[in-house]
């Protein structure tokens, strides 16, 4: 673990938040045993329990250097033939478990999605704390974020704000290509830090720039905020007030620590919270966000009465021409041009999807870009270990056709992943009864969405 | 620029063959400009598969079917195979022997399928996507071993990976969410689908599976020429394929197939909740029982039937009813 021990470097950060409840399911995940009996720092005193992930024994504890010293790489126990294996198939264990939590029947969520990504780009942004600085590797992440965000949200729009010397600086206009939005945080000169961050102004420009969406589409804010002071022209709980009343759902990620002001623009807003514990969990909180947000959580704050924001939208599903077509003028900048896509209703040719057709104002998208979110509505079902087999088991995994292992494996047998794990390396899926290799499984879960067997 | 055989990893072609017994049967009939029967097929898709593995010693195989209601692997290369059947190798002593043990086991698994089939009044529907991510999963296995096989022999390369389909049936428009899916994780795999339509009208699902993957859709004029579409549309891998002139697919359709009545559409009615595509206005929303407003549902009905009304909704022609 390298040495950047930002501990000590927290205690000064008084005034801050001690509530940070929210993180433990992030912590069981991944870290959980290993960082647990690290409490560091006096969470309820100096508020700065987010920084020790809001473990309970925190509060037992009070300062970092009286906790006992963990070395948390004693925590793998390597096995009897001294590979670590064990540990590997732990950890493959909590991200069952976790999957498992999660619920598998259709939620409601929201997929046409308008987020507006604020970025901390102040002098505080220049600390070298996260590996090569706070600054670069927000842009990297920020990167990524929007590739992976435009993958699973295809109908989306991203728009970018930099908080920089006190103003909200307009970095890149909502839209819906991603390289568009990609080439907007390309020059990395061009949005060199300095000054102060201002979150009201960042948010009331934020809030402007989406003012004109319709009712049905979600307004989401994400706030990447290394400062640990905002600069603001006026009342900042008002701009929260506005967030509030335009339903806009505000997301934070500090670099830094928590801050009163934002735990209680993501609490009151239906947003998350999180504080970055070192740069694969900041990774983690940034992509969190990626998926559609479920709607129950913005009809618990907005009383439950959701049903106005639904609506019925006619679209239209295109053609696309191929390169060699004959030429035709384009709709959309009177160019001649051979490929494009054809309006189905008034066949119109326009350049590229999704768009409004500029003639008779069909919405034209193509169907993959709808279809892209459809896994999120129909979930494969968690699979269940299989512990013991049956009478005649099948000698091969249903998906990839590779065998089971014949004898089971004797780390399985441990009782407190037993549940999750199978010691015969079986996950059988509920509906269609076939068993499945671990391989399998997570990769069903992960990427593919259809259960092969009932299929 | 120029790289050597050893630089390039090998190939792995999944093959999957659509036997649906009906499809099979229409196209072997007389009435066809050329009529395809299955046994004609296989040969020339063995030649193929030999000629694939031929071209280079680690190129592997997977052979999957899907029949009614079923999809079974019935090859792979990493399979052992056992040397049950009685040929003795004298029959065909001029072989070469790995062929001649690929080929004789896709022939007699081939017909150890077809032979049981039950042969119901109606062909239950054909396990196309089934077979599809199947052949993902399988593929998922081989480009990334995992600490479940053995640490001690060293990884190799992991192989190139690509799908081809050979489809007979029309579209099975209620296998659309699935196959889409499985298209999306095709392409987070990188794994190109090329499809080779046999026999039947263009698929409109299995068109777009090419387009997005980059593969191939090849429908063949003469399908008594097969092998040579075979040998020269898909036997190159895709990197070759980019300096080589390679059929186009002129129009793809990017018609989607509703969730309410599985018919495919060219304008549909999205609900904004969950993006469900119906053929019609509706007022409730079947997957997410979302209640949609009246006044939505009052002017998408004035508007679809007559051109003239509503000019401030800017329809220049009435959606086609279907």
Redesign the interface.
Known sequence: MPPRRRDGAYVHNAGTSSESEGFDDIDDGNYGDKRKNKGKGKAKDTGKGSQDKGKGKSKEQAYAWEATYTRSWDTVQEDEGGSLQTAVEDLLARGRRRRLLEPSSAIRRTIIRHLMLLLDLSSSMLDRDLRPSRFDLTLEYSRQFIVEWFDQNPLGQIGIVGMRGGLGERIGDMSGNPQDVLKAISDRRRLQPDGDPSLQNAIDMARGSMSHLPTHSSREILIIYGSLTTCDPGNIHDTLDACINDKIRVSVVSLAAEMKICRELANKTGGVFGVVMNEDHYKELMFELVPPPAQRSASRLTGGSTNFSADLMMMGFPTRLPDTSPLSLCVCHSQLKGEGFLCPRCKAQVCDVPTDCDICGLMIVSSPHLARSYHHLFPVKPYQAVTETGLSPSPKCHGCSHSFPEKPSATGSDPTTADVISPLGRYRCPDCEKDFCADCDVFVHDVLHVCPGCQ | METTVSDSPPEHLSLIIDLSPTQWHLSSLDTNPQPLSLRLFISQVLVFLNAHLASRHDNTI?VLVALPGK?V?IY?S??TIEESDHQSPLDESNTYQPFRAMNSAVVQRIDEELGAQEHGETEAPI?L??AL??A???I??LT?P???AN?SIAVPTPPNPRILIFSVSPDLST????L??????AQ??KVAIDVCKLYGEDTVFLQ?AA??TGGLYVNPERRDALLQYLAMCFLPSTAIRRVLGMP?????????ACFCHKNI??????????????CS??PV?S??R????IK??QR?ML?RPSPLSNGH?????P??QR
């Open positions: 997977a999809n692997m792979s990493s399979d396990g996507v089934g991510t199947k993902l999963c399988h998922n296995r990334h995992t600490a479940s640490p296998a659309y969410i699935p889409m899916n499985s298209i999306f994780s987070k795999l777009q387009h997005l186009t697919q002129d129009h793809v359709d990017f018609r989607a559409i060219d304008i549909g009615y999205i609900c904004s909740v969950c993006l469900s595509i119906f206005p509706v929303c997957t997410c979302t209640k949609f407003p939505t549902l998408l508007n909704q800017r329809t220049a022609s959606a086609p």
